[in-house]
């Protein structure tokens, strides 16, 4: 049985896992997720990558968001905002709510987010092995100018300030300049139990057309996932997020931009590098790229990248594992 | 401006609330509230009594049924049974979630309830000052035999035990034996903040029909509350829960019997005992039981007690007014 270790991210790790595991049908998935973009609201634990790829996968997600619950309604929402009570900027809808909740309630008895999540998991049935990436608290923060948030909140002054990821990225749309990126407790977070094993059993390591910044690149920035990656001795194929010049969802050209990286689905390939890398896929729209990025020591295809359809989606899964047989070979 | 002090449990006390506010508009109204049935569900703070006073006098009550939220869904709920998380028995909706929510929220950030109470009030503006008799934790228990629970949770074992207030009133739906209720925590609690002098500046003092045992009983039981009614040297009347040998409500006589006290009108007046009640109402189908109250040197009166509509409601608060300012006479 094939072992595929999958570094995802939230709408866009997701929905590949899903073509993944229709490709793969009979493969031992184990799916290390982001939860760099974890946020404490109304004192909850909320874990929106980790949930979205537990929702997708489960049957349980807005197909048409990406995100949050199926049939969800926002009573508890409107009561929070009757009570002055905020954020209201990012949407929390009632059945969503009860995950946080428990999740919340486990973890004040002292099970770490990875038993926690197992326990999600139990009722959600993934179909993968769902690990956060590590127990510990990583937060990622987006340095941005203060003056960009004077309009929403009154601040005068000059200079920057750090905010919270789902802040930048939910509140303010990545709509302003970010000058970093900063995942702020990364340095000192273990990986989750199981996750070095399981990194080690693999037979590929697959990065999913997550955000190469915020997402897979979090999971990379806590120590030990990167070097075990590195020394696994198996091939590693990724998809570019990037197509055309643009991010295919989301606003993955203003994180890039903060890292100092070009929105080319050919620079993302030599940000992620190839001591890292072994495979990398493009769409076909960017064929052009394919020369310079294996030109930089990694094997690269021009294939269609878009997920448009389960089918699709199944396709690009298949175009990732036939790479990475094409590295082992 | 006349002040006068009302010591509330749920629904009983709430709508009798109502009737006061409309029979004294002007009169500056002190609720201390029972906090005994407070629970924690699914990690959060809950406290009915406070919140059944605090929507009832705000507008946002469940008439119906008389605790809860109108409008009420339960999203939430179904969620968690859906993680197979419980208890079950106990009725949250989506929107008095939000209460919980906030609540837990400001006491983990250090609020105490009596705090929470005021800023949640802010929102309902109950007309009253609403107060926790205090902000210690007390959670009221009810001794039961062993063997009553076997059906429900398969224990075999002769005995008893002790369970929550809520597991005894509404999972068990008090449909068994109470040998003893014990108010856990009450001997060591302070009264909140402003309850002592709520009282040493109250021109009258008023027991509404709510529960003798677990709703007023409990808040006699915080020390220094009973005393600094007995020593306020103003008019406490009571109204009696009970008409013609039953509760008007609910399920007091099963209560009444674990301390010892029979379910009469009579029976209450004597159980709070003239060192504390100098006036006492009873319905006017007790009218028998007036001669025996007032030998016991409470001064009672036989007049309509069935809250069936709001003016009936005003119409009692007058007559239990009236009856203070003869006591004062």
């Known amino acids: ?29 184990t799916v290390i997720g982001n939860t760099g973009d974890d946020i404490h609201l109304f004192g909850l634990k909320v874990c929106p990558d980790l949930d979205t790829v537990m929702y997708t996968l489960g049957g349980g997600i807005d197909e048409e968001k990406g995100w949050g619950r199926d049939g969800e ?15 209201q900027w990012f949407g929390l809808g009632d059945r969503d709510f009860a995950t946080h909740i428990v999740r919340t309630q486990m973890m004040g008895a002292g099970y770490p987010l990875s038993a926690v999540t197992e326990a999600l998991c139990a009722r959600w049935q ?54 970093a990126v900063v995942p702020v407790g990364a340095d000192t977070a273990k990986p989750a139990p199981g996750v070095l094993e399981a990194i080690a059993e693999a037979d590929v390591v697959l990065f999913p057309p997550s955000n190469p910044v915020v997402s897979v690149g979090t999971i990379l920035a806590v120590p030990g996932i990167r070097e075990a990656i590195a020394e696994a001795g198996v ?5 570019s997020p990037i197509v055309g010049d ?19 689905a050919a620079a993302v390939a030599r940000h992620y590098g190839s001591g890292l890398l072994d495979g990398w896929l493009v769409d076909e729209t960017d064929a052009g790229a394919v020369a310079g990025v294996e030109e930089a020591g990694i094997r690269c295809r021009a294939v269609p990248l878009m997920m448009t359809d389960a089918e699709a989606t199944a396709r690009m899964a298949r175009e990732a594992l036939r790479m990475a047989e094409e590295v082992r070979a």
């Not at 999958?6 to 998935?29: C, H, M, N, Q």
């Not at 991010?247 to 203003?254: C, E, L, W």
């Open 1 to 29: 049985m094939q072992r595929i270790v999958v570094l995802a991210g939230g709408i866009g790790g997701a929905r590949f896992l899903r073509g993944l595991k229709s490709a793969a049908p009979d493969a031992d998935i």
């Open 73 to 87: 309604s926002f009573a508890v929402k409107e009561e929070l905002a009757a009570y002055g009570v905020g954020p």
């Open 126 to 179: 993934p179909g993968v092995r769902l690990l956060p990436m590590t127990d510990d608290r990583v937060e990622t923060h987006v340095l941005i100018d203060t003056a960009d948030l004077a309009g929403s909140d009154g601040a005068e002054e000059q200079g920057r300030k750090a905010v919270h990821f789902q802040e930048y990225w939910v509140r303010l749309r990545a709509s302003v300049d970010a000058h």
């Open 235 to 239: 091939p590693v194929v990724g998809l």
């Open 246 to 264: 643009a991010p295919v969802r989301g606003m993955a050209d203003k994180v890039l931009a903060a890292v100092g990286v070009e929105t080319s």
